[in-house]
């Protein structure tokens, strides 16, 4: 897919990835990019520095009436809807300690957003013969969140759910690529590194800290190619093959990493 007069939607466009994808696709010529999140007024504020192109709307990703009627009003308004960004995600912050709201809502956002996005995108794009879903899922949902159960087991399922849809429409002409990157400089790996947090400083120590717009970079790519799996961090590609080759040596790595961290 290139992006020249479509029609995207960003969910957890309000800052960090979200943000940046959706500049880069009006930089790309999009005729519309519409920019939902929890946080209207920050929406607002980055679709208005985008310009025109950009409309924000508020939107909870875990309210399925809600993404219903933000596809609606979107496919009212342009026609049809190109490509669906599924991209706002959430961290838990710990292990099995962690109380079951903070799992509840890792998996509401991290996973269950998706379906509804998917069910209420996927009848225009299959009637129209065509469509592409980006769900952001994580490098953690390949390999593993060291020190986020929550995130890790939530980001695997997510990336199971987009193999899963990719597998079922494709020959149907949907498209389906699940956005994996390790560390990126946003507020969600900021906010744990600046607190000390123990994944935050694994993340850091296992590869480059990219920079949002990186990430959009990659992404334009792996679009255009029509991608399964986008990788900002191509190293994320030989973790994982080690992780599947050898899973007992994989893990002893990371514990060794963990040690030098917290010694
Ligand atoms: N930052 C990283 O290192 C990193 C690495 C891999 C994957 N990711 C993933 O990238 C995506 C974007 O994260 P980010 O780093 O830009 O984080 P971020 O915290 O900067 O942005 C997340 C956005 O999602 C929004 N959001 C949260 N819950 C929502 C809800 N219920 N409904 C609507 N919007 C909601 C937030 O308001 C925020 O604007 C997430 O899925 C995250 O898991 C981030």
């Not at 679709?47 to 496919?75: C, F, K, N, S, Y």
């Not at 952001?136 to 990336?159: E, F, M, Q, R």
């Not at 959009?216 to 190293?235: N, Q, S, V």
């Amino acid at each position: 897919m290139n992006l020249t007069d479509r029609i995207v939607v960003v969910t957890g466009a309000a800052g960090g990835i979200g943000a940046a994808l959706s500049r880069r696709f009006a930089a790309e010529g999009a005729a519309a990019v519409v920019l939902a999140d929890l946080d209207a007024d920050a929406a607002r504020a980055v679709a208005e520095g985008i310009g025109p192109v950009a409309h924000a709307a508020a939107l909870d990703v875990t309210d399925e009436e809600q993404v219903r009627a933000l596809v609606a009003d979107t496919e009212q308004r342009y026609g049809r809807i190109d490509l669906f960004c599924a991209n706002a995600g959430v961290t838990s912050g710990g292990g099995i300690e962690v109380d079951d709201a903070a799992w509840d809502r890792a998996w509401r956002v991290n996973v269950l957003a998706h379906v509804y996005s998917a069910r209420a995108v996927l009848p225009g794009m299959l009637s129209r013969g065509g469509g592409h879903l980006l769900h952001t899922c994580s490098a953690a949902g390949v390999l593993t969140a060291v020190g986020d159960a929550a995130y890790t087991a939530t980001k695997h399922a997510s990336v199971g759910f987009a193999e899963w849809l990719a597998i079922t429409y494709r020959d149907r002409g949907i498209r389906v690529s699940a956005l994996c990157p390790q560390g990126v400089d946003t507020p969600m790996l900021a906010d744990g590194i600046v607190e000390g947090h123990l994944g935050a400083r694994v993340i850091a120590a296992s590869g480059a800290v990219l920079t949002a717009d990186q990430v959009a970079d990659a992404t334009i790519a792996g679009l255009a190619e029509e991608r399964f799996l986008i990788l900002p961090h191509p190293e994320v590609a030989d973790y994982a093959r080690r992780r599947a080759e050898d899973p007992d040596g994989w893990q002893a790595g990371l514990r060794k990493l963990v040690r030098r961290l917290t010694a």
